[in-house]
């Protein structure tokens, strides 16, 4: 049997510790040097993200702050997530490079693409919930507002709302890629994936009632997604799978 592996020389702990340490600090510079980019945008990457909800505002009707500082404080930490998010392909390319060598050529190719999959995935879920689910969210909100009650959200409460929900579909997206490597890693097969399906659907409605606003369009909208995430991981798992039974006939 012939070794893949790279030829790259056994590190002693304190070596590992180190380029551990040394990316660990890079991810940290990365995500600053971001901010610092965006810091002087603080106030419109928060008009940007509030869109959907001001869209749907009743006329005349304006988001509010309720703290003194939250003018100032909610657009910073905005731009500290946003910074966050933005550096997520830098992050996972650090981690990338500190657990490539000790993977066979055959294992890098798969996890490069599964690495290269869950950025796209993670940043499409984001988008999907901003363009489809927001407006669909905000719009039945305010339709079900009670007469006399003036729809006006708390600027603070809008993003931790909000990014809670571009989280919860962020993740979600990623189920593909959890699909593919936990057939990849040996822990399920696809017979058995195929035959649990009946309950990852009602799982999936589950977890989207337990992570959406109390209405069936946000809960729809998160269960249905991951449904056919779900069925598009166990197609690709099949093609993994096939792919190593044969190189390994080979």
């Not at 309720?66 to 997530?81: C, N, Q």
């Not at 669909?136 to 079900?144: E, H, Q, V």
Request: net charge neutral.
């Amino acid at each position: 049997m012939i070794d893949n592996r790279q030829p790259d020389q056994p590190q002693p702990l304190v070596s590992h510790l180190t380029e551990l340490r040394t990316r660990l600090l890079r991810c940290v510079a990365a995500i600053f040097l971001i901010f610092a980019g965006l810091f002087s945008f603080a106030q419109q990457i928060y008009t940007l993200v509030s869109a959907p909800l001001r869209d749907h505002l009743p006329a005349n009707a304006t988001m509010i702050a309720t703290d003194v500082a939250s003018p100032f404080l909610t657009p910073f930490k905005l731009t500290m997530i946003v910074s966050v998010f933005l550096a997520i392909p830098f992050i996972l390319q650090q981690i990338w490079g500190f657990i490539a060598p000790g993977l066979y050529r055959q294992e890098k190719r798969i996890a490069i693409a599964l690495l290269v999959s869950s950025i796209v995935l993670f940043y499409a879920g984001m988008a999907f919930a901003y363009f489809l689910v927001f407006p669909l969210m905000f719009s039945f909100f305010a339709a079900a507002t009670p007469a006399g009650v003036a729809m006006m959200t708390d600027i603070a409460n809008y993003l931790d709302f909000v990014m809670t929900l571009f989280f919860a579909f962020g993740v979600a997206f990623e189920i593909p890629v959890a699909v593919v490597l936990l057939v990849w890693i040996g822990v399920v097969d696809v017979q058995y994936l195929k035959k649990v399906r009946p309950y990852v659907v009602i799982g999936c409605f589950v977890v989207g009632m337990l992570l959406t606003p109390p209405d069936i369009f946000s809960q729809t909208l998160l269960a249905v997604p991951m449904w056919l995430l779900f069925e598009a991981g166990v197609l690709c798992a099949s093609l993994v799978r096939k792919r190593n039974e044969v190189a390994c006939i080979g």
